[in-house]
């Protein structure tokens, strides 16, 4: 099964992940509400500092949601007319990469496949693979 | 003579990477001269920038002497 | 236009006072954003002749409809205001993410006015906005403040932040952000400084939006991987800007020893090589491509860069061989908020009079601990630095040496040589903001493509024109000047896909004309003509020794020439004045 996978040494920390992601999936460039969080900064100014929120598909939020709605397959799907915001996916989530928002989980679905935001990665520091 | 051709920036590619080469050229060849003969036409490339000889920047005309260097860049711009 | 947010956020430091208003987009179309439409703001609403350290300057943060999208290489930050250190307008461009926060709080532009009573910053959280204490910060460099900052509100939030070199209103004083990028010249930290403004700290959770975004997308990744991500634009990220200093000594500008002659035959000493070595990680700037910055550390210096000019400014312009204190001065230098090509111009300068015995300043060329000393005390205003900080033309008039104090209007020259590169001369005389390689980069033609001939007057006014005019339109858009091979077609084709509305590349390029003539008209309103577009007389009178420029210097009726042959294609008069019709355009 194909998963998102992030080599830090390639990023550079345009943050266009997140830009495409929202665009893709919001229709506007929203990186707060984007499904993945990947950012660099300087920690004191002494040491570059990775946050690597991204989807590795471990299936951890499938296997905990209370409602069942969410399913894996490849990807996942959140069925927003089941979810009742409880939160427990975004607790259990490794990455801390899920996300509530007005009372609903938005969860990366690898673009059914065809991520935008590998395709928009300069570096190719994320890969699909 | 012998001269050794070194690469810079987007011309590397014309050496398949390579940075450097000695190469053999008539007497009195020219850098446009040796530069040809070692599969760069600056004439047909768009990004080609400007050549230097020992580390001194040159017409592409200039003479060349037995054991010089050559350096050709691509263009670059900046600041 | 889609992509602006139409709103300005107004603040107003003696009232403390902030409040959203629409931005003007009768200017937009005109100016577009970043340094066109600052500078129009500017234009309209600062009287001139006030004091650039009074309350009664501004300080404006202005992005362009672009950022904060995918359109790469656009994460710039226009800031402008009145320069202290020239009295002209002043714009800079500096990197990080401050600019994508900005427009996701909600605004195309911050426009900050009068000045706190004591020191504290600005907290803007999308439409919340507070102003918070900093008498913690104040006295601190810009590193510690970023870390303490940082603590208390995490990444998410950008941080603007001056040094002490700001707080003590150095001319040279730049505004800094993730540490390690800057709004370097012109005193923009000054300004800042005299506003007792420590830092902006901003974070947005808002966005961007633009017409037919899948579309748009889709095409925008397009364009970045045709055009952006090719070799002649990553080199950056292979090198950085390290990459000019080979092209620089074997083009023959690289500046030895306060420009009085060119390169140096030990340049491999502290040459790309030396310093892509000691990398630790590379780093660009919001919605960037190509990752120029690098992450070093040589021995405890520890700093992302360092870039060309500071290479050259503390390296052999400065008679310094030791790459670990180049990095260990550029990262002083940083957390101290000072400009390095100003502080490397006055150094070299101070080095020089001591060495002719004109005046002792106490170093000599490539004494770097004192160098490094001096740097802090410049900041700081302390000792000798407290002269040294007035920058060189103010000195040269107090001390003399006005000939190889190397400025034009105050702003002390970039780190490429002119006598090498004739048309530099004309650049750096005719640069809105005093000398600058930014508006009219001129080695690009006559050394780096060899486009020109470039120890000639020949068609300099054209050629420079047409380079200020370009950067002057991407620089509008907020796009970054390592995406080298961006064209006026491209970016008439980006202002389209993301305002919606259809931009052709002549009323584009018109754009970029507009921009120098509106920053000319502001310099012609202080007072600035034909007269103050110089050159230091070390470029007229010394001929170079070293290098393929060797015997070159300027006569100074070729300088004239070009300046006359810029003016006429400008269409402004021989005292380098715009008439009035041109002016009512504006």
Partial sequence: MKRLRFSKKKCIGCQLCGQICSATHEGAFVPSKARVYIETYYDKGGVLKYQDSYCTLCGICFKNCPTGAISMDGKILVDHEVCIGCGTCAEKCPKKVVRLRDGKSYICDTCDGDPMCVKVCPQNALTFE | MKIKILLRGALTKYFNGEKERIVEVPDGCTAEEALKLSGIDWTKIDNFGFVAVNGMRVMITEKLKDGDELKAYSKISGG | ?586
Wanted: aromatic share 10%; hydrophobic share 35%; proline share 4%.
């Fill in chain 3, 1 to 586: 236009m889609y992509g602006y947010q139409n709103k300005v956020l107004r603040v107003d430091l003696s009232k403390k006072t902030a409040a959203a208003e629409p931005l003007r987009m009768d200017w937009a179309e005109k100016y577009i954003g970043s340094k066109g439409l600052a500078i129009k703001y500017l234009y309209e609403e600062l009287k001139p002749g006030i004091d650039p350290l009074s309350p009664e300057n501004k300080l404006i943060l202005m992005t362009g409809p672009m950022t904060g999208t995918t359109v790469p290489c656009s994460g710039k930050l226009g800031v402008a205001g009145k320069s202290p250190a020239t009295g002209t307008i002043c714009d800079c461009s500096i990197g990080g993410h401050a600019a994508l926060r900005i427009k996701y709080a909600g605004y195309d532009a911050v426009i900050i006015e009068g000045a706190l009573d004591k020191p504290g910053y600005l907290l803007i959280e999308d439409d919340k906005i507070s102003f918070e204490d900093a008498s913690e910060l104040w006295g601190k460099g810009c590193h510690e403040t970023e870390a303490i900052l940082a603590d208390k509100y995490g990444h998410e939030y950008s941080v603007l932040t001056i040094g002490p070199a700001g707080e003590n209103l150095c001319g040279m004083a730049c505004i800094t952000s993730d540490y390690y990028r800057q709004a370097g010249r012109g005193g923009m930290g000054a300004v800042m400084g005299s506003k007792n403004l420590k830092a902006v700290v901003v974070k947005g959770t808002g966005g961007v939006k633009i017409p037919n975004v899948e579309e748009a997308v889709k095409r925008i990744l397009e364009i970045q991987n045709e055009d952006v991500l090719q070799e002649d634009n990553t080199f950056v990220f292979d090198w950085g800007t390290t990459a000019f200093l080979e092209a620089c000594q074997d083009g023959g500008i690289l500046p030895y020893k306060n420009f009085s002659d060119t390169t140096d035959p030990n340049w491999t000493e502290y040459n790309g090589e030396v310093f892509m070595e000691k990398l630790e990680g590379k780093r660009g700037c919001g919605s960037c491509g190509l990752g120029c910055g690098n992450f070093l550390k040589i021995g405890d210096a520890i700093c992302e860069g360092p870039e060309y000019e500071t290479i050259a400014a503390y390296g052999p312009n400065a008679g310094n061989r030791d790459p670990e204190a180049i990095l260990k001065a550029n990262q002083v230098a940083d957390d101290m908020g000072l400009d390095t090509i100003s502080s490397g111009d006055v150094l070299a300068w101070a080095m020089e009079m001591t060495e002719k015995g004109i005046h002792d300043f106490g170093i000599r060329f490539g004494e770097m601990d004192t160098y490094i000393k001096y740097l802090e005390m410049i900041a700081k205003g302390e000792g000798i630095g407290k002269e040294l900080a007035m920058g060189v033309k103010k000195l040269a008039g107090k001390y003399g040496g006005k000939d190889f104090a190397m400025e034009v209007k105050g702003l002390e020259y970039p780190q490429y040589e002119p006598r090498g590169s004739w048309g530099m001369s004309l650049a750096y005389a005719v640069s809105d903001r005093g000398a600058c390689h930014m508006r009219a980069y001129a080695p690009n033609e006559e050394v780096f493509a060899a486009s020109i001939p470039p120890y000639t007057p020949e068609g300099k006014g054209e050629m420079v024109y047409k380079l200020a005019q370009h950067n002057a339109v991407k620089f509008c858009l907020c796009i970054c000047d390592f995406w080298g091979t961006i064209s006026m077609e491209t970016m008439a084709e980006l202002m389209s896909l993301v305002t919606g509305k259809e931009w052709t590349v002549e009323e584009i390029a018109d754009v970029g004309t507009r921009v120098i003539n509106i920053a000319r008209a502001f310099n012609q309103r202080e007072g600035f003509t034909a007269k103050d577009d110089t050159a230091p007389k070390r470029i007229f009178k010394e001929a170079l020794k070293n290098g393929p420029a060797a015997g070159q210097k300027i006569p100074e009726e070729a300088f004239e020439d070009m300046k006359q042959q810029y003016y006429k294609v400008l269409g402004w008069d021989e005292n380098g004045l715009l008439p009035d019709s041109l002016i009512a355009t504006l």
